[in-house]
């Protein structure tokens, strides 16, 4: 029975070590890309393996050279708002999209969702040039409500959505039917509260697609007060492309949006992924 006991410690002690090693090689590339932000450019290139830490003071500066070159204020702004609105629209057209998929017959159903896979299927920037034909049209562009329109329906949230109602009894609908509620009161008050974890996982996959989209940002809004972080700091390596100082210092400034919404709604995020079985 010792034995037995022994050799469980001595397993956990060793997954506890393995999990501390890979979190620790995990943060290495945070911690380098925060030493390197406060190092000159001549610390920052050096070969020396050794040169860890500035050896010349720790030149915050950077941080201020590249708050002034580039208004993050403003870049703060689009990305946020970008992503509020995306993460709202995805859940509500895919919460509704989902239930009729997922819990009402209705002529053509299986060809609509049909499509919906297929949309799934296809890469997204097949959309771009249809997209932005239709923006341009709506006198969009380098606008917030442009930045925001792709991201209006989800295929992957409605196919999310429709396996959470679909996995919920039918018994619920029932008895709330004999108790005289009507579609929308099932809806509302009985069937939607019950998914929240897939609205969760949702919201969570839709504002980290929307904070590390690249391309549409940069095609729709040409403007540097339109813009956000991912855009800007594009632009910004090709102006500062040899300032590895300066670039890092951007880095940093660019995550710090998503690790305040991380600290905040960190039982959300770890609830939503552990439900959905995704990844980030």
Same mark, same amino acid.
């Given at each position: 029975?010792?034995?037995?006991?022994?050799?469980?410690?001595?397993?956990?002690?060793?997954?506890?070590?393995?999990?501390?090693?890979?979190?620790?090689?995990?943060?290495?590339?945070?911690?380098?890309?925060?030493?390197?932000?406060?190092?000159?450019?001549?610390?920052?290139?050096?070969?020396?393996?050794?040169?860890?830490?500035?050896?010349?003071?720790?030149?915050?500066?950077?941080?201020?050279?590249?708050?002034?070159?580039?208004?993050?204020?403003?870049?703060?702004?689009?990305?946020?708002?970008?992503?509020?609105?995306?993460?709202?629209?995805?859940?509500?057209?895919?919460?509704?999209?989902?239930?009729?998929?997922?819990?009402?017959?209705? @002529?053509?159903?299986? +060809?609509?969702?049909? /499509?919906?896979? &297929?949309? %799934?299927? $296809?890469?997204?920037? !097949? *959309?771009?040039?249809?997209?932005?034909?239709?923006?341009?049209?709506?006198?969009?562009?380098?606008?917030?409500?442009?930045?925001?329109?792709?991201?209006?329906?989800?295929?992957?949230?409605?196919?999310?959505?429709?396996?959470?109602?679909?996995?919920?009894?039918?018994?619920?609908?029932?008895?709330?039917?004999?108790?005289?509620?009507?579609?929308?009161?099932?809806?509302?008050?009985?069937?939607?509260?019950?998914?929240?974890?897939?609205?969760?996982?949702?919201?969570?996959?839709?504002?980290?697609?929307?904070?590390?989209?690249?391309?549409?940002?940069?095609?729709?809004?040409?403007?540097?007060?339109?813009?956000?972080?991912?855009?800007?700091?594009?632009?910004?390596?090709?102006?500062?492309?040899?300032?590895? @100082?300066?670039?890092? +210092?951007?880095?940093? /400034?660019?995550? &710090?949006? %998503?690790? $305040?919404?991380?600290? !905040? *709604?960190?039982?959300?995020?770890?609830?939503?992924?552990?439900?959905?079985?995704?990844?980030?």
């Amino acid at each position: 029975m010792e034995s037995v006991q022994t050799r469980d410690k001595v397993n956990k002690i060793i997954i506890y070590v393995i999990l501390t090693i890979m979190a620790i090689i995990m943060l290495v590339p945070f911690v380098w890309m925060i030493l390197t932000a406060v190092k000159t450019n001549q610390e920052a290139i050096s070969v020396d393996p050794f040169y860890i830490f500035p050896h010349n003071g720790w030149h915050w500066e950077n941080f201020a050279s590249v708050w002034r070159s580039y208004n993050f204020f403003t870049l703060y702004k689009n990305t946020l708002l970008m992503i509020f609105f995306r993460v709202l629209c995805a859940v509500l057209t895919a919460t509704m999209a989902g239930y009729a998929f997922g819990r009402l017959n209705f @002529p053509g159903k299986n +060809a609509m969702f049909a /499509l919906v896979l &297929i949309q %799934m299927m $296809i890469p997204s920037q !097949i *959309f771009i040039i249809p997209q932005y034909l239709m923006v341009s049209k709506m006198g969009l562009l380098n606008t917030v409500s442009g930045l925001v329109f792709p991201g209006i329906v989800t295929a992957f949230g409605t196919y999310l959505l429709k396996t959470g109602y679909e996995g919920l009894p039918k018994d619920l609908e029932e008895a709330a039917s004999i108790d005289g509620c009507n579609i929308g009161q099932r809806f509302l008050k009985i069937m939607m509260p019950l998914t929240r974890s897939s609205m969760v996982s949702l919201s969570i996959f839709t504002a980290l697609f929307a904070f590390k989209d690249l391309m549409w940002p940069m095609i729709v809004c040409t403007r540097a007060e339109t813009t956000t972080l991912s855009a800007g700091r594009a632009k910004m390596q090709g102006q500062y492309g040899s300032d590895y @100082p300066t670039m890092m +210092a951007s880095a940093v /400034l660019a995550i &710090i949006p %998503m690790v $305040i919404i991380y600290v !905040i *709604f960190q039982k959300q995020f770890v609830e939503g992924i552990a439900t959905s079985g995704g990844k980030l």
